[in-house]
């Protein structure tokens, strides 16, 4: 696999490399007892989430950064006795890009060393407190196999040997790339940390990032954090790539949420500047909430001036048939600005923090003084048209979480009917993904050719798992 310079400086520059994982059989055997503790709000159709969703992602991928892989071959991929194959990494038939990389595939890599293989295999059995005859059961596994098996947690359908992990198909969460450095993540919850080891592993091991061991920034706990009780939310080092956003090759967002503590967010401005991997961070605190877990789940990027956001932090009222006596009665605030913080620190300045009053402000501020964008060309999307109750539903159904794969060219779920009106309400095409991978594949629409377009990706399943395209992507690298 081809050792490319990594970089990052962008959310919407044209996407050229990108670390996803498919989901496997690991999201099949969630069942509802351990769902919330396996970070699921509902057990998933495992075929379904596969082949008529999460599939034409990769296809989508595919056709835009490494078209050889798939151009000619749409009608044989979809074929019922091949299709499956061209998505198992450990197939023959797989697609192996080296674009488009599986996760899995870099794993199965590294554990072909066998010294990589025995620390590997002892750490994750030490996480998942295995026998010792376990541990020595699982060094005899090819390492495609063994790969599968830190996955999914099974070797076959019929064996369990520890539970499955299956929020990795948020590759977003487990790094992130800020220009050439790689930022990792300190989960917050227990769920997730077999995935910060592997990742560990794999950017410490692998080849392609080889010319960047000395760029892997890691976060540490606190002194004495085992001291304190579990609930001192505040002093735990707690990061996810949700969080984290580069908006330009000098500013990079971080979010304060339910998964990402002032500390981890402290302490990551800190290492960037330090290394002077950037000049400008924002530090965006948001309600400590499920439903919004992530800034990410909050506002996304679309194009240099465009941007989606969920109006609960806009300065403007939500609109429609939302009064304010219906809040009071379902004990809902009109609108919840004032429980946003934003506080942007510049390096060498940290004693004066600039404030925003609202995300619109900052978000525009960006596209004008990052992106050099003009003032009265910025566009904010809102979820679900900032309609009551359709702004909620929407953004639990990851409105606010779109993929630019190019300026103005960005992937979001069907479901959201009213965000969709407010993306044509804009100017923006509307597209369904099966329309453009047969207009792809024909030659009648080319990917470069592409311009303030939505495309629209099932999502009945995907959105159960509750991420969306902009969680299931690692960028690594942009133009």
Known sequence: MRTDTLNVSSETGRLRKVLVHSPDSGLGKVVPSKAQDWLFED??????????????????????????????????????????????????????????????????????????????????????????????????YAPATLARIFFSGTPDEREMIFPPIPNFIFTRDIGIVINDHILLNKPMKEARKREALIAKYIFYHHPIFAAYHDKVIELTDTQHHFLLPNDADVERVTLEGGDVMVVGPSHVLIGVSERTTREAAAQA??????????????????????????????????????????????????????????HRALGIQPHRADDLEILQFKKGDLSNPRRFQSLEALLTDISVTDLGAAPAAVRIVMSGNNEFPYDAREQ????????????????????????????????????????????????????????????????????????????????????
């Open 43 to 140: 057990i998933v159709h495992l075929d379904t989430i596969r082949r008529n969703e999460y599939d034409y992602y990769i296809k989508l991928l595919l056709y835009f950064m490494d078209e050889g892989k798939i151009r000619g071959r749409l009608a044989e991929i979809n074929a019922p006795g091949y299709h499956r194959n061209f998505f198992k990494p450990d197939h023959p038939d797989f697609y192996n890009s080296q674009h488009v990389i599986e996760l899995q595939v870099l794993l199965a890599d590294i554990l072909a060393e066998t010294s990589i293989k025995s620390q590997l295999v002892a750490s994750v059995c030490a996480i998942e407190a295995c026998s010792y005859d376990v541990q020595r059961e699982l060094m005899a």
């Open 269 to 326: 401005v800190r290492r960037l500047f330090e290394k002077d991997v950037v000049r400008k961070a924002t530090i965006i605190r948001i309600p400590h909430r499920r439903d919004y877990m992530h800034i990410d789940t909050v506002f996304t990027q679309v194009k240099r001036n465009v941007w989606v956001m969920l109006g609960d932090f806009s300065s403007q009222r939500i609109t429609g048939p939302k009064a304010d006596a219906v």
């Open 396 to 479: 639990w159904t990851d409105s606010c979480n779109v993929l630019a794969i190019r300026d103005g060219v960005v992937l979001g779920y069907d479901r959201n009917d009213k965000t969709t009106a407010a993306f044509r309400a804009i100017g923006f095409n509307v597209v369904n993904v099966s329309d453009l991978l047969i207009d792809l594949e024909s030659g009648k629409v080319n990917a470069d050719d592409l311009t303030d377009t939505l495309v629209l990706m099932p999502s009945a399943e995907l959105s159960r798992a509750r991420g969306g395209f902009h969680c299931m992507s690692m960028p690594l690298m942009r133009d």
